[in-house]
Every structure is written in structure tokens, then in C-alpha cells.
């Protein structure tokens, strides 16, 4: 989908009148987008289509085995502890074929909106961080909303990280060097469970990798009018899924820090952060916001504004330019966080 140019005021509205004008996808990347929303968006996500979507989208997610295919990672799936009163957790446990000691540990947490996917869904980004780093990689089942509305998703992903770091030891991890990582959802989760950490006096994190994260329940910046009707998780779909979450508290003040992060007032005294995001996307403003405040309070971030990128566009469009340099640059930020050279695999 190319964007369509007209005119615009300094404040980047249309002269139509029509709201501010999208951002111009990379050319490159256009294949991509397309194929991704002919094989995502066959039914568009409404309140009354999520159950239908979730069926279609668990048969687009491989499974573990085929995530990993000839990699030199092994694989090891655990039920573990839940958050108190809550049921038990499914967790996938990745590592090296050859064995870890003292390796890096890479929480990830999967997207979906809040309301699709499973542990499966982006694992071959996990199997990458264990073949390139040598790291131990735990991903987490989390209750999806609206079934399980806030805080039900964020408590979950909490407790699995609890659990990652008690058993740090047994799994070759250095406590010292856990990250938690993750796309849309699953960074808005990571930025979620970063907050809880610092204020329940929880794990100490490394770092939080949140890619193109979903951060901010108003939906109210310049970039969420930009992509409405455009591209995939549109304005439209990004209202369904914090409605999902939320329920009658969305927008108002009693919706969580630990569920919009962006509602929280206070981001001092968090891990570095890296934070990455397309130009062309709704949660563009919200990532660059979040940045911004954290360095306002002497926290460290990394923000990268991918030009012409759609949300996702690095998972989707692999073979381009800019999501080789999107990788290269999440790489680069891994071993200065976690002090690793990394190896190939």
C-alpha cells in the first residue's frame, strides 16, 4: 500500500481537512506489507471477530520445532507457578544444543494486541538470540484479554519472569544479565513488567527491548490518526484491542501504569531501554514519548525511528535494507547491554 501525497500545513494536517498526512512506507518494504495484510487481515478485528481471528491466526504461528529448524537450540516446555489465586503458567525454555554457563537470558514476551498469539508466535527471533549471543531463552503463555482483562496479562508475565530469574542458576543464566524483550503487545508487556520489577523491588533487569510497543491506551497521538485505515494494527484495531484490555476504564484514570505504561508518572530508576519503532506506524509518538521521558529523568534509551517502516516491518520484511539494519542495530545494543561479543550460529 503506497500512501497518497497531497498538500500540507505546517502542523502536517491535509489541506482536505481529511487529518494529518501518513508517512510514506519504504518502497522496499511494500511487498512485505502487502503480503502480510492479504494473510493477517482476512477478517478484519472488531469485538465480535476476535475469537474468529485467533482461531485463523494460531494456524499462521509454526510450531516450536519448526521455529528452530536446523538450529543448534534445544527446547523444553515447563509448567510453572502462576501470580497468586491465578492458574498455572506455560513456559518454553530455549537453549543452546552445546549447553550454558553464566549465559544471557532473554525474556520474551509474544504480541498480538492483547488478544491473540501464543509463546510460539515470534519464537524465531528467540531461537536467533540463542544460536547469536549463546543465550538461555524463556517465552510465556500469558491469559489474553477480553476474557482475562488488565491486570491479568501483566501479572502473568511477571510471575514467569520471577520465576526465570529464581531459577537462574539451574538454567546456565547470569542473574545479573536477564533482559525482557518484546513486539507490540508483547513490548508494551515488557515495558509493563520492567515497571513492576522496579516497583515491587523484583528481578533486576539488564535491559527491556520494546519493539514497536503498544504503551498507551488514549490513542490520541499524531502517528495513531496517520495509520487509520492504513497498514496493519490501524487506529481501528489498536481501539479494539485496548478495549478488549480495559473494558469501561479505558481513557479514564484508573487504567494501571502496569497496563498502558505510558499512564505511569514516573520512569526513573527503570533498565536501559531500547525502543524501536517505524515512522509509519500508529505507535510511533508513543515509543518516541516514552524515550524521551526516560531520559528526561537520566534513565538510558536507545530509540530508533525506522524511515518508511509499517509496525512489524523487520518480522515481515526481512530480506530489506532497513530491516537489516534494524536487526544490526537491536544486535549492537544486546552486546553493549549484556556485555556479550556474540557468535554465529
Do not use: K
Request: proline letters at 8%; a negative charge.
Amino acid at each position: 500500500m503506497t500512501a497518497q501525497h497531497s498538500t500540507a500545513d505546517p502542523g502536517g494536517r491535509a489541506s482536505s481537512g481529511r487529518g494529518p498526512l501518513p508517512v510514506p512506507y519504504d518502497p522496499e518494504l511494500e511487498p512485505g506489507l502487502a503480503a502480510c495484510r492479504s494473510l493477517i487481515e482476512r477478517i478484519p478485528l472488531r469485538a465480535d471477530t476476535i475469537l474468529a481471528n485467533r482461531d485463523h491466526f494460531a494456524t499462521l504461528v509454526p510450531p516450536v520445532e519448526a521455529a528452530i529448524g536446523t538450529r543448534p537450540v534445544v527446547f523444553e516446555h515447563l509448567t510453572v507457578p502462576g501470580p497468586d489465586g491465578a492458574p498455572d503458567l506455560e513456559l518454553t525454555v530455549l537453549r543452546p544444543r552445546a549447553g550454558a554457563r553464566d549465559a544471557p537470558g532473554v525474556y520474551g514476551i509474544h504480541g498480538g494486541g492483547m488478544v491473540l498469539g501464543n509463546r510460539f508466535f515470534g519464537l524465531a527471533g528467540l531461537v536467533e538470540d540463542v544460536v547469536t549471543f549463546g543465550a538461555v531463552a524463556v517465552t510465556v503463555e500469558y491469559r489474553l484479554a477480553p476474557e482475562h482483562p488488565a491486570p491479568a496479562a501483566a501479572e502473568d508475565c511477571y510471575a514467569g519472569l520471577v520465576w526465570f530469574a529464581r531459577n537462574a542458576a539451574s538454567l546456565g543464566v547470569d542473574p545479573a544479565r536477564i533482559l525482557v524483550s518484546g513486539a507490540s503487545a508483547g513490548g508494551g508487556l515488557s515495558a509493563a513488567v520492567a515497571l513492576m520489577a522496579r516497583d515491587r523491588g523484583g528481578p533486576p533487569l539488564a535491559g527491556q527491548i520494546l519493539d514497536c510497543p503498544m504503551i498507551d491506551d488514549r490513542n490520541t497521538t499524531v502517528s495513531s490518526h496517520q495509520y487509520d485505515g492504513i497498514g496493519i494494527w490501524d487506529r481501528t484495531t489498536n481501539d479494539t484491542g485496548w478495549d478488549a484490555l480495559l473494558g469501561p476504564d479505558r481513557g479514564t484514570d484508573a487504567v494501571s501504569p502496569y497496563a498502558a505504561p505510558s499512564r505511569a508518572r514516573d520512569l526513573s530508576g527503570l533498565p536501559p531501554a531500547y525502543i524501536s519503532v517505524g515512522a509509519a506506524e500508529v505507535f510511533r509518538d508513543e515509543a518516541v514519548d516514552y524515550a524521551t521521558r526516560i531520559w528526561a529523568t537520566g534513565g538510558q534509551a536507545e530509540l530508533q525511528v525506522w524511515a518508511g517502516g509499517y509496525h512489524g516491518f523487520s518480522g515481515f520484511s526481512p530480506d530489506t535494507e532497513v530491516s537489516r539494519a534494524a536487526v544490526a542495530a537491536r544486535e549492537s545494543w544486546m552486546r553493549r547491554v549484556l556485555g556479550a561479543t556474540g557468535r554465529s550460529g
